[in-house]
């Protein structure tokens, strides 16, 4: 067996899950252990680099087809030259990542943001299969980014490029402080965060709706309630789509991607969700930025990171 083959690796604060990826981006192989984090940033390292030969081991492939290692990880990165430069869950401080694991390894090591990586993997391999152009939103506790032009990742002067959490859309009179400490950030209303938030606010107010009978407010609540027509509940997920939208118009006329992907819990709404955001889109983007332009949802789930960390050996 001689076809090349790439290893994504994808650092959780709990797990690190690898992939064994073909070069056109098939997830044949898998393999998890547990990251190790309180042994410390040493440990971890060695960790990921046995879990490298462990997969390759249990697997019908050889280390002599490995192209490469690409790894995702969240945190503060110097990207060009894989530095982690802190990642809290992780207690990463100032880790060479790519030199540790070029060294243990033999083999070239590419490492990148976990949103920038998941957006890769949808791009390569999962909602943007074929295309070149795509901009990827990941509506989970925060909001994820990413933008893949020309097929590769957009990172920007110091690795910020895509940072669409942070788009400030909200304006001055309804804005509330971000996590990254300014106001009206994307992710204080379009995440599952901020979904939940309102849903609190609301209930608080005394405004009526079936959610104040729910106990523990999830997004998934939020949304179902919206559904089944609840009318505050309606009016906080129109909010969220209407943000998200807002954003997306804006995206539109800087990139004009010709598809825009949607991942995370809170996508799992399905068409409900999209044909509002759509809407949205369609009211604010001129047409001719607008037309032949897709909204569509992530399909790689869970896979995306390390099929995007596979990817950045060969997107690169
Ligand atoms: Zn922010």
């Given at each position: 067996?001689?076809?090349?083959?790439?290893?994504?690796?994808?650092?959780?604060?709990?797990?690190?899950?690898?992939?064994?990826?073909?070069?056109?981006?098939?997830?044949?192989?898998?393999?998890?252990?547990?990251?190790?984090?309180?042994?410390?940033?040493?440990?971890?390292?060695?960790?990921?680099?046995?879990?490298?030969?462990?997969?390759?081991?249990?697997?019908?492939?050889?280390?002599?087809?490995?192209?490469?290692?690409?790894?995702?990880?969240?945190?503060?990165?110097?990207?060009?030259?894989?530095?982690?430069?802190?990642?809290?869950?992780?207690?990463?401080?100032?880790?060479?990542?790519?030199?540790?694991?070029?060294?243990?390894?033999?083999?070239?090591?590419?490492?990148?943001?976990?949103?920038?990586?998941?957006?890769?993997?949808?791009?390569?391999?999962?909602?943007?299969?074929?295309?070149?152009?795509?901009?990827?939103?990941?509506?989970?506790?925060?909001?994820?980014?990413?933008?893949?032009?020309?097929?590769?990742?957009?990172?920007?002067?110091?690795?910020?490029?895509?940072?669409?959490?942070?788009?400030?859309?909200?304006?001055?009179?309804?804005?509330?402080?971000?996590?990254?400490?300014?106001?009206?950030?994307?992710?204080?209303?379009?995440?599952?965060?901020?979904?939940?938030?309102?849903?609190?606010?609301?209930?608080?107010?005394?405004?009526?709706?079936?959610?104040?009978?729910?106990?523990?407010?999830?997004a998934k609540d939020v949304l179902d309630a919206a559904k089944a027509g609840d009318e505050v509940a309606m009016r906080i997920v129109s909010r969220a789509a209407f943000y998200l939208g807002?954003?997306?118009?804006?995206?539109?006329?800087?990139?004009?991607?010709?598809?825009?992907?949607?991942?995370?819990?809170?996508?799992?709404?399905?068409?409900?969700?999209?044909?509002?955001?759509?809407?949205?889109?369609?009211?604010?983007?001129?047409?001719?930025?607008?037309?032949?332009?897709?909204?569509?949802?992530?399909?790689?789930?869970?896979?995306?990171?390390?099929?995007?960390?596979?990817?950045?050996?060969?997107?690169?």
């Open positions: 067996m001689s076809e090349k083959i790439v290893i994504g690796v994808d650092i959780g604060g709990t797990t690190i899950k690898l992939g064994i990826c073909s070069s056109e981006g098939e997830l044949l192989h898998t393999h998890e252990g547990p990251t190790g984090v309180e042994d410390g940033s040493d440990a971890v390292c060695q960790n990921i680099a046995d879990y490298a030969r462990l997969i390759i081991d249990e697997s019908p492939y050889s280390w002599e087809q490995v192209e490469g290692v690409g790894v995702g990880i969240a945190g503060f990165l110097d990207i060009p030259n894989g530095i982690v430069k802190l990642s809290v869950n992780l207690y990463f401080n100032n880790v060479p990542l790519k030199d540790i694991l070029e060294e243990k390894l033999q083999t070239k090591v590419l490492v990148n943001n976990d949103a920038n990586v998941a957006a890769l993997g949808e791009a390569w391999a999962g909602a943007g299969r074929g295309i070149s152009d795509c901009v990827c939103y990941t509506l989970g506790t925060g909001v994820g980014g990413g933008v893949i032009i020309n097929g590769k990742i957009v990172e920007g002067f110091r690795g910020m490029a895509g940072e669409l959490g942070h788009m400030s859309v909200v304006p001055d009179l309804e804005a509330i402080q971000c996590n990254c400490g300014k106001m009206g950030c994307l992710e204080t209303v379009s995440s599952a965060t901020g979904i939940i938030r309102m849903a609190k606010d609301a209930v608080q107010r005394g405004d009526r709706t079936s959610l104040s009978f729910v106990p523990d407010i999830m807002k954003s997306m118009a804006a995206v539109a006329v800087i990139l004009n991607p010709q598809r825009f992907i949607i991942g995370g819990g809170v996508s799992k709404a399905g068409e409900f969700l999209f044909e509002q955001i759509r809407e949205v889109v369609r009211k604010l983007t001129p047409e001719v930025a607008q037309e032949g332009v897709e909204i569509v949802p992530a399909i790689l789930g869970n896979n995306a990171g390390v099929v995007g960390a596979a990817g950045l050996i060969i997107r690169s």
